[in-house]
Nanobody, 118 residues
Framework: QVQLVESGGGLVPAGGSLRLSCAVS????????MGWYRQAPGKQRELVST???????NYADSVKGRFTISRDNAKNTVYLQMDSLKPEDTAVYFC????????????WGQGTQVTVSS
């Protein structure tokens, strides 16, 4: 059974930094694209950043220049370094992974809370 386990969320003052991690386990096949999404109270889930298996990255305009996504393919782990955090970054952050085993399936983590105080 595929599991995505996130860690690294917490409470940080504006201007601070956090690093999120998400490890994928229990799968057969290969992990393709991985990414981070977030959902603030009363809002829809939105894309934060994605990274392909060849390390091509994509960022939401709101986080460009402040967040950096990376991955360790040997560990099936994706990271999100978040710097210069703003109160509007407060949300539950969800890890996403696409796993290819004959077909490509999408999996989600349970979410980790990030709270940025003003």
């Amino acid at each position: 059974q595929v599991q995505l386990v996130e860690s690294g969320g917490g409470l940080v003052p504006a201007g601070g930094s956090l690093r999120l991690s998400c490890a994928v386990s229990g799968m057969r096949g290969s992990v393709r694209a991985m990414g981070w999404y977030r959902q603030a109270p009363g809002k829809q889930r939105e894309l934060v950043s994605t990274i392909t298996s060849s390390d091509s990255t994509n960022y939401a305009d709101s986080v460009k220049g402040r967040f950096t996504i990376s991955r360790d393919n040997a560990k099936n782990t994706v990271y999100l370094q978040m710097d210069s955090l703003k109160p509007e970054d407060t949300a539950v952050y969800f890890c996403n992974a696409r796993v290819l085993f004959f077909r490509e399936d999408e999996y989600w983590g349970q979410g980790t809370q990030v709270t940025v105080s003003s």
